[in-house]
């Protein structure tokens, strides 16, 4: 009899179990999905479905709850750890629905597995029972009820005395242990945290990767007791995955830092929020709220409007880069078929707005464009610094927008080397230009020895041998005397030198003195071109004099004679 009551027992029991089982809803049923569905699926599926049963879109009785349901499966199965512990354990944390006896010693315990709906086994082991004469028994009982297999597995652990205690309210000795019961039925919904793939932005992070950094950023605000999170974080990360290389994406969690969210104005009223920090609207980046509807194609089209817009956009007919003024900066032109700027383009104007000058241009013939060495479309023209055009790439294939952005950065981070390479050699050459001691002609004249010069150094040479000794000393003297002149701030000590060939410009002496200073072969004079007075070095013209006539000249130590009339060259 009491071998009957013990048997009738454990199958009442039993089949409590599997009506609770039953009632437990199958995620990937939930969403729609196969159960080796890809991450992508899930948030596909789950996208779509929400979308369908949003409390703000569907009125339908139930739709809530559907809602909250679609929810709580994204939750698990959107996260490979909760997904594993779920296919395994029937539970997304990976605890079985009772609490579990000792996995490894089965005495006086039992253990239930669930291969998922349609699959079910019991099995019962009391192995330490003490019997009226205090022997330990060996009585076993297993039972087994089961359908078609499953990948997913879970498993109830409790004791023998836990099945008396709560249907008939028998003393177990070890209390209840059905009180470890989670159902995953059990809607999370509003629950859930940041998505993993989206970054959690702070305030030092805000100042340090987003401020007038280039780059637009899709950031959502929100707080942890906002329902809806997980659609919002759904769609922004579909928009992210569309324009993965152009777009980045934050959230900013308002509860843990309010005083950030304040500041920046974009504290979550009812329901969660989502700007664009964009390049629209200011050179340096400012917050741009979106208030559309919350779907993909509405948000992306609203990110793609408040992309960056540095590109010039120009007429070929009309086009002449090197008429623009951009100091130093190299400049770049896409050419393509496009009757607006790319986005690629767009993108990577803002992350090089402060490095190059941008311009696209609209081709309808590639014969128009074949002048500036293009045979192929969509085409990157590039100019240095210095005005040295070149192909940086003709025929550009893209296989998506991030591998596109990657791959022309590097053309771009390559073409500013050389840019810079250029300038420096252009910057070397107009300094090596402007340390030469010039010939006195009539085009250079007024810039050497023009008015706006307080004192002019000539060398005047009859023979080229005169000539590579008077440049020579000039040279040489010239860089002694700025290094003389940095010490003083007086704008008399400036001072310019300059190389004259007597032989071919006899009317510049002629103008000094009516000798003319035929009779030398070389020569060196100081003139004042303002107040119309010369003075010429007596004697040989070596280095050493030349420097000390010079340093006599800005000293006031010399004595200046007025010009027979104001002297000039042809």
Not at 146 to 165: C, E, K, L, W
Not at 309 to 316: A, D, E, I, P, T
Not at 367 to 393: M, Q, Y
Request: one cysteine or more; charged letters at 25%.
């Amino acid at each position: 009899m009491k071998r009957r009551l013990d048997l009738w027992m454990i199958i009442v029991g039993l089949l409590f179990l599997l009506t609770v089982e039953s009632k437990m809803p199958d995620l990937y049923k939930v969403l729609g999905v196969d159960r080796n569905a890809s991450q992508r699926e899930i948030q596909k599926a789950f996208h779509k479905l929400s979308l369908q049963y949003h409390p703000d879109k569907n009125k339908n009785k139930g739709a809530q709850e559907k809602f909250a349901e679609i929810n709580n499966a994204y939750d698990i199965l959107s996260d490979e750890q909760k997904r594993k512990n779920y296919d395994l354990y029937g539970d997304e944390k990976g605890n079985p629905g009772f609490n579990a006896g000792d996995p490894g010693d089965h005495g006086g315990y039992s253990y239930f597995t669930s291969g998922g709906p349609g699959q079910s086994g019991f099995s019962f082991k009391p192995g330490g029972w003490k019997n009226a004469g205090g022997q330990g028994g060996s009585k076993s009982f297993s039972f087994s009820f089961g359908g078609p297999s499953s990948s997913r597995q879970s498993s109830f652990g409790f004791g023998v005395d836990d099945i008396f205690s709560n249907f008939f309210g028998s003393d177990g000795g070890e209390g209840n242990h059905f009180g470890g019961f989670s159902s995953s039925g059990k809607s999370q919904y509003g629950s859930r945290g940041s998505s993993k793939s989206i970054l959690a932005v702070n305030s030092q992070l805000y100042r340090k990767e987003i401020v007038d950094k280039g780059i637009t950023w899709l950031l959502l605000s929100h707080v942890s007791n906002l329902q809806g999170i997980q659609h919002y974080e759904s769609v922004i990360e579909e928009v992210a995955s569309s324009l993965q290389g152009a777009l980045k994406v934050g959230s900013i969690n308002c509860e843990s830092d309010a005083s950030f969210c304040k500041e920046l104005g974009v504290y979550p009223r009812r329901a969660p929020r989502v700007f664009v920090y964009s390049y629209k609207l200011s050179e340096s980046g400012s917050l741009v709220e979106y208030t559309g509807d919350l779907d993909l194609k509405s948000m992306k089209s609203f990110v793609i409007d408040y992309l960056p817009r540095f590109s010039k956009r120009v007429n070929l007919g009309y086009l002449d880069v090197n008429s623009e003024n951009a100091g130093n900066l190299p400049k770049v032109m896409l050419l393509s078929t496009k009757k607006d700027t790319p986005v690629i383009w767009r993108a990577l104007s803002g992350l090089y707005r402060k490095r190059f000058v941008f311009y696209d241009a609209e081709v309808h013939d590639i014969s128009s464009v074949k002048k500036l060495g293009v045979d192929a479309l969509p085409a990157i023209v590039g100019w240095l610094s210095n005005g040295e055009k070149h192909i940086l790439k003709s025929g550009i294939s893209v296989k998506d927008l991030k591998s596109a952005i990657q791959e022309l950065s590097g053309l771009l981070d390559n073409f500013e080397k050389k840019s810079k390479k250029a300038a420096a050699a252009k910057k070397e050459h107009t300094e090596s230009w402007d340390k030469q001691v010039k010939l006195l002609t009539g085009s250079n004249f007024y810039d050497i020895c023009g008015e706006k010069i307080p004192v002019c150094i000539v060398g005047a040479f009859r023979s080229s041998k005169a000539k590579d000794k008077l440049e020579k000393i000039l040279q040489s003297v010239s860089q002694k005397s700025l290094l003389r002149r940095s010490m003083v701030s007086t704008s008399r000590d400036s001072v310019s030198y300059a190389l004259l060939d007597a032989a071919k410009q006899q009317q510049f002496l002629n103008a000094l003195d009516k000798s003319g200073f035929k009779p030398s072969d070389k020569l060196l004079l100081a003139y004042k071109p303002k107040r119309g007075t010369y003075a010429v070095l007596q004697g040989e013209v070596t280095e050493e004099e030349a420097e000390r006539f010079i340093s006599s000249v800005l000293n006031g130590d010399v004595q200046f004679t007025k010009t027979r009339q104001k002297p000039s060259v042809k």
